[in-house]
């Protein structure tokens, strides 16, 4: 498959080992069938209109036409947009579950390796929160805030 050098690993964000080879194969091929994808992905053709069925649903790809059935993958900086999105969803979703909690816990200090988490974590609190934060990290990391 001539897409191998453009991987990137999609299953960590709910894509299918399958949806994740379409996905590659129809940008690099551009509009498709199920069929062709099945032949530059080596996959049954069941396989590959389920995973293109997948990308669809997953808004990673479109459905151009019906008869016949073409798809288009969206480009890799808004199909990245959109687990940015949804991942952001669903961590907004998890700390408000876990402010529920009947418990406070141990010491409120979060140790965060990592100059990627430490910015995500910093830039949503300071967004949440109304009042003074305190903040501790290299200056290299609240230079960039």
């Known amino acids: 498959m001539a ?5 990137a690993d999609l299953t960590p964000f709910g894509f299918t080992p399958t949806e994740t080879s379409v996905y590659f194969s129809l940008l690099a091929r551009g509009p498709s069938s ?4 099945a032949r530059d992905t080596s996959v049954a053709r069941a396989n590959a209109y389920q995973a293109l069925r997948g990308l669809v649903a997953k808004g990673a790809a ?13 480009r ?10 949804t991942h952001a969803r669903k961590l907004d979703q998890l700390e408000a579950d876990l402010a529920k909690s009947p418990e406070p816990g141990a010491e409120p200090v979060v140790r965060v ?5 430490v910015l995500e974590l910093m830039t949503r609190t300071l967004a949440r929160e109304n009042g003074a934060v305190q903040l501790l990290a290299p200056l290299s990391v609240l230079s960039t805030l």
């Open 113 to 117: 390796t990592g100059k990627r988490a």
């Open 62 to 74: 479109h459905v151009l036409s019906e008869s016949p059935q073409k798809f288009r993958a969206i």
């Open 3 to 7: 897409t191998t050098q453009y991987r």
């Open 34 to 37: 199920g069929d062709a994808m």
């Open 76 to 85: 890799p900086e808004a199909l990245y947009a959109q687990i940015v999105d």
